[in-house]
């Protein structure tokens, strides 16, 4: 018996119902990254981090932020996003998803409920699978479904916590959540309203402080990932001081991580400030959004009004020929099949960023126009 065999079927298994993955390079026009704004190639961070090695920023951290991982870099970082985005405290993570599960399984306590929207990130479900309150989930966006789940939690005897997950921006269906009816959920039931503004960050808000800008602060925790709109690495939790004080002590993915970069946090800081003033960056944004919608919503797209513009097309096979063919095409989108969504709702992420010109969105809606009629979408 070879002694992968396990893991080889398995890797048959999915393969032959069109859910193998594989990495592939990435080439011609991006209708696939979260680069929103285009900054991660920008001569702006490219002439920070520069600045920052001069000045002598080290590559590397040398260990966890409680050895002598802890640099001058984030500490600053911390202290000027605290103050972008609003907020007492900000503690930076090396990634989204350590964040996340940082979050879910070190915060709510035993005794607690964790209520979250269907469609939260995998990395939520992490935290909340290594987490020790009890976790509910609600339907998606369904601000009365959430209200009636705390109730029954309350009257079947809960007594502890409630915490409220969620997405701002959801990152495969492209829609926005109902925060202010969530916050005044939150604040009617003593809760603690979790927001992940992975997908909202430098897009939306006054300055690209996200969806949740302006919301009551007491009960609010927000995520806000480096490595999207930003263009870096990273992820920043803001809230309450006692929020980033108890992830120090008891968040054992920041505790045994080695500490991000510090060249890192050089760089997150100067898109900070970048998106901070990057209102003609928004503007060129939303007018490439605004073509795309235009030209793709006939298709089949999902309406809406955001950046990520899912077209459900069902079948695993069929949504990765449509994808390969496009690819083929000079246009990098990719296909997103179960688990990342419900069976039989696999779709194209059609996402838009700065990277494109308004003439590639047109050149890609005709290539795909022209790929639809063997494989028309269905309805999300």
């Not at 590559?59 to 911390?78: C, P, V, W």
């Not at 920043?236 to 060249?263: M, Q």
Request: proline letters at 4%.
């Amino acid at each position: 018996m070879d002694a992968f065999d396990a893991q080889a079927r398995d890797l048959a298994d999915l393969a032959s119902r069109g859910r193998g993955r594989r990495l592939i390079a990435r080439e011609g026009a991006d209708f696939a990254s979260n680069d929103y704004l285009g900054l991660s190639a920008s001569p702006l961070l490219t002439e920070a981090v520069a600045a920052a090695l001069a000045r002598g920023v080290p590559i590397g951290s040398g260990g966890s932020r409680l050895l002598r991982g802890n640099h001058d870099e984030h500490e600053a970082l911390e202290a000027e996003a605290a103050s972008f985005f609003g907020r007492e405290s900000a503690l930076y993570f090396s990634s989204g998803y350590a964040a996340n599960a940082a979050l879910l399984a070190t915060l709510p306590q035993r005794g607690d409920l964790v209520l979250f929207d269907a469609l939260v990130h995998a990395s939520a479900h992490e935290g909340m699978r290594l987490g020790r309150a009890e976790v509910r989930q609600a339907p998606h966006n369904d601000v009365a479904a959430f209200r009636e789940a705390i109730g029954k939690w309350r009257r079947d005897g809960g007594t502890g916590r409630v915490w409220i997950a969620v997405e701002s921006l959801y990152s495969m269906d492209g829609d926005m959540a109902p925060l202010a009816q969530l916050s005044a959920l939150a604040e009617a039931e003593g809760a603690i309203l979790l927001v992940d503004e992975a997908h909202a960050t430098g897009v939306y808000g006054p300055q690209g402080q996200g969806l949740a800008y302006g919301l009551p602060t007491a009960n609010l925790i927000t995520l806000h990932t480096c490595g999207k709109a930003l263009g870096c690495e990273g992820a920043l939790v803001t809230g309450p001081a006692v929020v980033r004080d108890f992830l120090v002590n008891r968040g054992r993915a920041f505790i045994f991580s080695t500490a991000p970069s510090p060249l890192m946090a050089a760089a997150v800081r100067a898109a900070l400030r970048i998106t901070a003033e990057g209102e003609a960056l928004r503007a060129a944004l939303f007018g490439r959004i605004a073509a795309a919608r235009g030209a793709l919503g006939p298709l089949g797209v999902a309406e809406g009004e955001t950046q990520i513009l899912p077209l459900v097309l069902g079948e695993d096979v069929r949504t990765m020929a449509v994808a390969g063919a496009l690819q083929d095409s000079g246009f990098d989108v990719r296909g997103i099949r179960p688990p990342t969504v419900p069976a039989g709702t696999s779709r194209l992420r059609i996402s838009i960023t700065n990277n494109v010109s308004l003439g590639q969105i047109a050149a890609f809606a005709e290539r795909l126009a022209s790929l639809l009629p063997a494989t028309e979408p269905i309805a999300a």
